[in-house]
């Protein structure tokens, strides 16, 4: 089963334009991440955020995270065609650091 | 490039039979995860290996098996192949120690692309 939502599914903006993507989750966290998956391959992590952090910055990343609607979204500033890609939140449940991932948004950028 | 590598990168396989998925973790790490993602949906997480013993399990069936071994690279087994199989298989290696349990970031391989006719 899947641990958050993410909304949008898709996303399509220009080059230039910023992407905002919301992501909501379940169960309480000590922290969210969020993930970017090219093409249907591997992961790669982008940005961790603890459960005591209300916003992290990195880069062209800004995400934040709101415990009480247990929610996270994370904004991608000066979007580039290189961001095309699927985006997930994802959060560590249990002793075995299990990440339970969302659904995604698949997030196009034009020129 | 996360230094975690997994092969083959492509297999297809039919209904019943047997498969296994190699994963060599990033330098340093001592856990492995496996994930299985079916096409358009987020990954499930299958089974994670710290030390070369099972340390959690996703909602799979017994068929699904795995190791890992002293050099902390890990197999992934899947018996008696179902349509269903057919995914993307990825593996997340970390560095995992007592007390710091979730707070480590996995390293994602390319995965292993699986069909299974």
């Known amino acids: 089963s899947q641990q958050g939502e993410e909304d949008p599914q898709a996303l399509s903006i220009q080059e230039g334009e910023n992407a905002t993507m919301n992501c909501s989750y379940k169960?309480?966290?000590?922290?969210l991440q969020w993930y970017r998956q090219n093409s249907g391959r591997g992961l790669v992590h982008l940005i961790l955020?603890?459960?005591?952090?209300r916003e992290k910055h990195s880069g062209r990343l800004r995400v934040t995270l709101d415990t009480s609607k247990k929610s996270s979204s994370l904004l991608i500033t000066a979007s580039r065609a290189a961001d095309t890609a699927s985006y997930f939140c994802?959060?560590?449940?249990?002793?075995?650091?299990?990440?339970?991932f969302g659904t995604g948004t698949r997030l196009q950028v034009t020129l | 490039e996360t230094g975690v590598t997994q092969s083959p990168t492509h297999l297809i396989k039919t209904r019943g039979q047997q498969v296994t998925l190699r994963c060599s973790s990033q330098?340093?790490?001592?856990?492995v995860s496996w994930y299985q993602q079916a096409l358009g949906q987020g990954p499930q997480f299958i089974f994670q290996y710290y030390r070369e013993e099972e340390n959690g399990r996703g909602n799979f069936p017994p068929r699904f098996s795995g190791l890992q071994f002293p050099n902390y690279s890990s197999e992934l087994n899947v018996n008696a192949l179902e349509l269903d199989d057919s995914a993307l298989y990825l593996c997340a290696s970390s560095l995992a120690s007592v007390g710091t349990s979730g707070q480590e970031t996995q390293y994602f391989g390319p995965g292993t692309r699986l069909l299974v006719l």
């Open positions: 330098s340093g790490h001592n856990t």
């Open positions: 169960t309480s966290i000590n922290n």
């Open positions: 955020i603890r459960s005591n952090e």
């Open positions: 994802a959060t560590p449940t249990g002793t075995a650091s299990k990440l339970t």
